[in-house]
Every structure is written in structure tokens, then in C-alpha cells.
């Protein structure tokens, strides 16, 4: 075990483990009777009769997945965010989550209340409840590891594979904010209005799960894969391909851009490649067979969300990105691997 | 990211993120059809009609939970085995887990075949899938978080709330096992006989989760509460006796112990507050009505596991633990707490 620190010894130190349960995780736990106030080692959970589970997993370390200093609450929502991502592209309702926190001994009761805040928060706007966890101490950086939770009617998940040749690509809201809000945190482009400066870290610290226009989709039952975009547009088109056994051609200039990101662009024209590339977009890229692009269009108009065209699945088995001239685009990193 | 080490250039280095998922992880989850081979963001499960869901999480860091030199396939199995003897008990019946592993740069690709190896071998033994999970790198020692998910017939789940005054207390198998086996690891009693040493040292490293006497008993409806041994019987018993809102009083000479257990107590009596307080026995320790005890001990004995009587439940707040004369024994020590 690491030594003590200023934490450690001061008033804001941790409480022990289960005190640190009862006071910041058991209230997270109140909507969720199966939970009995997380004073049980496990939770129960009865599914709606007909529906089935979906479960996804994600780990974060501080320093590698975000910054030690960035506001806590904000790490706790991303964290929660991206999972329910996950769920809204199989068109799952998610129900809950377990989480586990391994806590360095930098870590106070007040990052951790924030930390809670936090989940509270998102746990109101998204309807879902803690089920359970752990929590240890590590000597290494804050590690957190989430399960998420959600249900869908059996047999109706969408999923990767699937796509067939002559499939439309579709891609929900804007793609490129998240890349440029993390250059924004960073300090890039100092010259950039405030507005867009807000829009962009927005966008890039609190993604908006596709929750409701997932399950929309699911039910009308018109794509034939689906996933969100976590490892960039390009390369997360790839895994679409791969799983499917097809490939895929796009057009890079119909990208959707937000108001923030084409003023970008304008300036400095090869961001272009970076926008697609980039990740942390947590839109929804779809492929729909092409007699059922106006019922897309129609649902995602209906939920104020907008959908563009970006091309098309192909029989070869590769993914081709065309420039405004038709020539294919150089695309040297696909996708941010944090591996 | 921490500097480069001689496992990331020599042959042995892990490849990336997807191979390393493709390679390792991927084969845990064939039997598991949801989980596409891991090939999708999440699983799809559905439970057997009539079935509830039951979940638990843990997380273990290198260091602090095991030992950075402890056999990587022993370190896998353990992890699942106390997940399954959460599952254990609560009488559900285990499907399967998600797994997050946080690597640091002294993981190799043996290290994690060895693991992977590990895995599967338990995997067998007890009927689970790998379900999903996610691989990152850290920069801090490596740490592991499990979701473990079981199911057991709507709403009759085992709880550790539900004792009551009156109602005797039982244990299975034998307890301080887990505790002397990691002292026989820590080098402790050199001249103890192989034999013993080995048994010890398994039953800390490879703890049997009483899954199937779980289920019985849960199937049988005899038990007011139950959970699993780990944090210590005094403090394990402590936990049923606070969420069941009465006390407790045991015979700590009635504990259970194995040859091994009663050999060194022999030469050291003052070890049994250690046996009675160490945890890691991942027993079952159970609240039954008077009434039921021949049927407890009916079920046990077909399963072929000793169960024995330790006292009772009380309407006192306190849990007494009393020494061969009747007298409170003082236990200074109430269970090992990682945090």
C-alpha cells in the first residue's frame, strides 16, 4: 500500500470501506430494490417478461482514459455515458450498472461526494441505478470499471454484423466534436469564440448517448447494423465491414459537421481526415437497406435528431474513403487506439 | 503511458488491443452465443423463463489483492471463485461474467495465455462464459474488475438479511484455512508437513465455491439468511447480524477446522481468534430455523459437505463470540479489510 498523503491525514480523508459505501454509493442504489441499499454482495434483477439482457464492460484509468484534475462529476457522467452508448446501439433500454473504483490515496471525500454528484445526475436523466460494486484501494492511479445494464426485446439487438452490399451508411448528429473538444481542454485554437469552445468540450466531456433514436430504430427493424462511434467514424466503419464480411465506400465531404467544427475546417482544411478518424463522437453509424431510408429519416426527424448519408456497403472487402473528387483519401490512423 | 520494458520489445510483448482480445479472450466466450465471439460492444442474455438475474462485482490490484508473482492462472481462477461463491450464496446458478484487465508493461503474452489457461479450466469446471469485458493498459500495477451474473428463480434468492432471534447459525466446511494457507505462502511454519502445507496453500489459493449446496439449500427454503465467508466469520457474521437487525452469540470452539487447522492450533491455541477473524474461507454461513436444522443437515450431508452448528441468532444488538468456559472471548480484530 502506497504511503499516507496530505489526503490521507487531512478532514477530507476517505472514510473506511463501508462507511465510504453507506455515504456516497448507497443512495446511487436507492431506485434499485434488488440492490436492498448495496447492503448485500450481490443485486437481483428480474428482466420484463420477453425482453432479454444486453451487458457491456469498460475500464478507465486516470491519466490515460482522463486527466487526474478534470472535475469529478464530469469524469462519472462521461464514464457512464459512453456505456449507455453502448447500449443504444444494440436499441437497449438500459436498467443499471455495476461499478468498481480502485482509489488512490490522492483521492478525498469531496472528489468522491463530486464523483457521486455526478452519477447522481446522470443516473436521474437516463433512468438508470447502481446494482452493485467494489471498492478498493490501489498504489497505482484512480481505475475505474463499469458493467452497464439494459434490456431489449429477445432477439431484436442490433448488432455489427449484418450489413450486406448496397446497405446506405448512416451516421447520427455531427461527427469531429469530441476529437476537437479534447484539442480544445488542451489548449489549441485559443483564438476560437467562447461559444464554440463551450459547444466543443461539451460535446467531447458529455457525449449524448443515442438512447431513445436507438430504441426507434430496433423497433421499427430497419438496420442491418449498428454500433457507436467510439474509435472514429473510419474506423469504426471498418468493424461494421469486418463482422459483416463486406466493405464499404464513404464520402469524407458529407461528414456532418457542427457549426464549431466546419468554422474550424474553413481555416485548416486537413482536419478533415483527423474529424473521421478522430473518436469520441458516441453517434450511432447505421446501415439501412436503401427501401428503408426514408423510414430512417422519418424517425430521426420525428426526434429532432439528424441523420446524413455518408455512402454505401460494397462487396469488396475493403473501406474506401473518397475525397470531393472521388479519389480515395489517405487515411493513415484509423482510429485512436488507447491500447 | 509508462516507458517501454522488456516485455513490450521482446517476442513475448502483447500485440494489440483486438489480437490480444482475438487471441486470449475470445475463445473464453465461445460457448457463450450472445457474445459473438466478442466481436460486438456487448452480450445479449436471456434468462430462463421465471428466472431473476442475480450480479456481483469485484475488484482485485496487484500487490494488494495478490501477489505480482503469484501464478497468473491461479490469480484468474480465484478471481472467478470468489465471484462464484457470491453467486453460491445467494442459491443462484452462474452464467457467466465480464471482465475489465488494466495490463502494465510487465504483462506478457505468456503471463496472459497462463491467465487465459486459468480461465478456461474454471470456466469448465463450473459451467461459465466469458461475456465481455475490456482490455486497457495502465500505467499503475495491473488490476482486474469481474461482473459476475448468475440466476435463481424469481425472488427466492438467498439474502443476508431475513435472521432471526432464535435462529441457529451454521457453517460449512471448515474455517482459517484461506488465512493459514497465505501465511504457509508467506513462508510461516517451515516444519508443518507437506501434505498440510499443500492443502492450506490451495484452499487460499483455490477456494471451492458451494454452488451446489447453495442452490439446494435456496431450493429447500430453509434458510433466513446466508452469505460466503471472506471478510472473516466474526466480521461475515456481523454483516447478517446488523442488515437482520438482531445480535448473535457463537462457540468459537465449535469452529470447524481441518486436520491441517487443528495440527497448528494444537501447538498454537491462541491462533483460533486469527482462524475465527482471517476470512478467505468462502464457506457458507447460514441462519436456519430450529426446525430445519435435520433438513440442513440432510441436504449437506448428501451433498457430501459437513455443516456445523455454532450458536444462535439473539435479540441483542451485539454478536458475542464466547470461549470454551462460556466467557467472551476478546476479538480484537474483526475481520482483514483490503480498503
Chains 1, 2 share one sequence.
Not at 433500454?93 to 488512490?104: H, R, W
Not at 460494486?133 to 498504489?139: A, C, L
Amino acid at each position: 500500500m502506497a504511503g499516507s498523503s496530505q489526503a490521507e491525514t487531512s478532514e477530507d480523508a476517505l472514510p473506511g470501506e463501508f462507511e465510504t459505501i453507506r455515504r456516497y454509493f448507497a443512495p446511487l442504489a436507492a431506485g434499485m430494490p434488488g440492490a436492498l441499499d448495496l447492503t448485500d454482495d450481490a443485486c437481483t434483477y428480474l428482466p420484463p417478461a420477453g425482453e432479454e439482457l444486453v451487458l457491456t464492460a469498460d475500464a478507465l484509468v486516470a491519466d490515460v482514459h482522463f486527466l487526474r484534475n478534470d472535475p469529478a462529476d464530469l469524469v462519472a457522467r462521461k464514464m457512464l455515458r459512453v456505456n449507455l452508448s453502448d447500449l443504444a446501439a444494440k436499441g437497449a433500454k438500459p436498467v443499471g450498472y455495476l461499478m468498481t473504483i480502485a482509489v488512490d490515496n490522492t483521492i478525498t471525500s469531496s472528489w468522491l461526494a463530486n464523483f457521486a454528484r455526478g452519477l447522481a445526475e446522470d443516473q436521474r436523466r437516463f433512468d438508470v441505478h447502481l446494482m452493485g460494486g467494489d471498492t478498493i484501494r490501489t498504489p497505482g492511479p484512480l481505475s475505474l470499471s463499469l458493467t452497464a445494464i439494459g434490456t431489449v426485446p429477445a432477439g431484436r439487438a442490433l448488432r455489427r454484423r449484418g450489413a450486406q452490399p448496397g446497405d446506405l451508411i448512416f451516421v447520427t448528429g455531427t461527427i469531429g466534436d469530441g476529437y476537437l473538444g479534447l484539442r480544445v481542454l488542451r489548449a489549441d485554437w485559443p483564438d476560437l469564440s467562447f461559444g464554440h469552445r463551450q459547444f466543443l468540450t461539451d460535446r467531447y466531456q458529455l457525449p449524448e448517448p443515442r438512447l431513445a433514436l436507438g430504441r426507434e430504430i430496433m423497433a421499427a427493424g430497419i438496420a442491418t447494423a449498428a454500433m457507436d462511434v467510439s474509435d472514429g467514424l473510419v474506423a469504426d466503419l471498418g468493424h461494421i465491414a469486418e463482422t459483416s464480411g463486406c466493405g464499404a465506400v464513404i464520402h469524407a465531404e458529407r461528414t456532418p459537421l457542427s457549426g464549431a467544427a466546419a468554422d474550424l475546417l474553413s481555416h485548416e482544411p486537413d482536419l478533415l481526415v483527423k474529424l473521421i478518424t478522430g473518436g469520441d463522437d458516441y453517434e450511432l453509424l447505421l446501415t439501412i437497406r436503401r427501401e428503408n431510408a426514408a423510414r430512417l429519416r422519418e424517425i430521426a426527424g420525428k426526434a429532432g435528431i439528424p441523420v446524413t448519408e455518408l455512402g454505401e456497403m460494397t462487396d469488396s472487402g475493403s473501406v474506401r474513403i473518397l475525397d470531393r473528387d472521388g479519389a480515395p483519401l489517405d487515411i493513415s490512423q484509423r482510429g485512436y487506439q488507447h491500447f
